[in-house]
């Protein structure tokens, strides 16, 4: 596709490879991909496919692997419940992440976009296998879709597009499934959609957007949506490994003529690594194209020409550019690379300390509005609290309140505390402090949350006195 717009050697990275010059879509039919790598590729997606449909089923310390309830503002991860209480560690995970990346694309290029990304593995080893086993390879789909419609193509369209929507419709309930959790999903699947509108709604909803997504607007999520295809050119440089294309060894290009000297480099300009493309590039224009997803496709073919015409295999591999530029052999240990890992490492032992020091539960204890303190009989004083605490665990816990700083008494207003698990126990009390322990009108104290003999959590509030 890309080698149809080409008119000079750099123009290709003025446009995307799938729009020709009056702005018009060029629909991609790549060739149905074989090889080692694509082998290994099946593999790998196939396992990602299982952990990923698994993964709602999948329960630690009764909640789920993952959940990320953004409608109830309740996420877990790895079975570990975090509210928006633990915004402070979900930022550091949030950063740690974007530096595992950035190092990640930095060492290794996009070869999470060929081999890990969702949107790839569903695209290409789902719904283009499935394309692929109805329709044919790409010619057969090319003239599939010129042909005038009659049986056989409505046939074939119609099977199509069925499959499409029940994979979609699957795909949804699980990208529901980890949004609101699989027992809250089962509710929505067993009591009917009239019982939960809201939740069928974004069925409907979702299932319309894959199909989308991967009946027509497929690559184009690579190229033109997805931000980290954009970003690869500023986190890459030239010792990055990605692949590559070795002009010093395939330029200049020449056909193969029989009876015939060679004196052409190994590239026999056969198309083939363009035909396979997902993405409609030509590999050969330069390594780091904004479409290339490292999927690996190009070296398979390009590797088969090679045995075919006695020529070592590796013309297309994985290899940097500085690699390919001066021979000499890649190295991991880059002053860029060492720099990324040590801020990585910060930010891992932050991230562990959090969550090794992180409480089950967080309460939150203020003086009730408008109330002043009491003096008893005795001669204390005593002021009224209101006191909300969260659960972070899957456990009911029965609560009881201590001072910890000061000598007093605290006394729980109507029933007891209970803390159910996965929620929030509110209530009233009194706390109880003789004068003489008082240092002002505004005394600092600090109250234990516990449960039983367990100190769960600890929260400072202030303690209203008479000046003297």
């Known amino acids: 596709m890309a080698s149809k717009i080409q008119t000079a050697p750099d123009e290709f990275r003025d446009h995307i490879s799938t729009v020709d010059e009056q702005g018009k879509r060029l629909w991609v039919y790549p060739k149905k991909p074989k090889g080692k790598l694509y082998d290994y590729r099946k593999y790998v997606s196939y396992l990602l496919l299982a952990l990923l449909f698994a993964g709602p089923f999948i329960k630690i310390n009764g909640l789920p692997l993952l959940m990320l309830n953004v409608v109830e503002r309740k996420f ?10 633990d915004f402070f560690i979900m930022v550091v995970a949030f950063l740690t992440m974007v530096v595992f990346i950035i190092l990640f694309t930095v060492v290794y290029g996009r070869i999470f976009c060929g081999w890990i990304c969702p949107q790839t593995i569903f695209m290409e080893m789902v719904f283009r296998r499935i394309e692929y086993a109805i329709e044919g390879d790409y010619t057969k789909q090319r ?16 099977a199509k597009i069925t499959i499409f929507l029940l994979i979609s419709f699957l795909i949804s309930n699980l990208f529901l499934a980890y949004i609101i959790g699989i027992d809250e999903l089962q509710k929505i699947i067993t009591d009917g959609p009239l019982e939960h509108k809201a939740g069928f709604g974004a069925l409907l909803l979702f299932t319309g957007v894959f199909f989308w997504v991967f009946a027509w607007f497929r690559e184009q999520v690579c190229t033109i949506v997805c931000p980290y295809g954009r970003l690869q050119g500023v986190m890459q440089d030239k010792k990055t490994v990605v692949v590559a294309y070795d002009y010093g060894r395939g330029e200049p290009r020449g056909k193969l003529r029989k009876n015939q000297e060679r004196t052409e480099g190994d590239c026999i300009d056969c198309h083939q690594c363009v035909q396979v493309c997902p993405t409609g590039i030509d590999i050969r224009n330069g390594a780091q194209q904004l479409e290339c997803i490292n999927c690996t496709a190009c070296i398979d073919v390009c590797n088969d020409i090679m045995r075919m015409i006695e020529k070592p295999e590796g013309l297309i591999r994985y290899e940097s550019e500085e690699a390919l530029e001066t021979g000499k052999k890649w190295t991991f240990f880059t002053p860029r690379v060492m720099g990324y890992t040590a801020v990585l490492a910060i930010l891992l032992t932050a991230l562990t300390t959090l969550l090794l020091t992180r409480d089950d539960a967080e309460a939150t204890i203020l003086r009730t509005p408008g109330q002043l303190y009491q003096k008893t009989e005795q001669g204390h004083i005593k002021n009224l609290y209101n006191i909300s605490v969260i659960n972070k665990t899957n456990h009911e816990m029965p609560l009881t309140l201590k001072l910890i700083d000061k000598k007093g008494t605290i006394k729980v207003i109507g029933n007891e505390l209970i803390l159910p698990a996965q929620g929030i126990a509110e209530g009233v009390f009194f706390t ?9 009108m505004n005394s600092e104290i600090e109250i234990g949350v516990y449960h039983g003999d367990e100190l769960i959590t600890t929260t400072d509030t202030k303690f209203l006195g008479p000046a003297n």
């Open 76 to 85: 877990v991860i790895f079975g570990v419940l975090f509210w928006p209480q």
């Open 432 to 440: 109880e402090i003789a004068k003489a322990d008082l240092t002002g």
């Open 143 to 158: 003239a599939l879709d010129k042909m005038p419609w009659n049986a056989e193509k409505i046939g074939k369209k119609s």
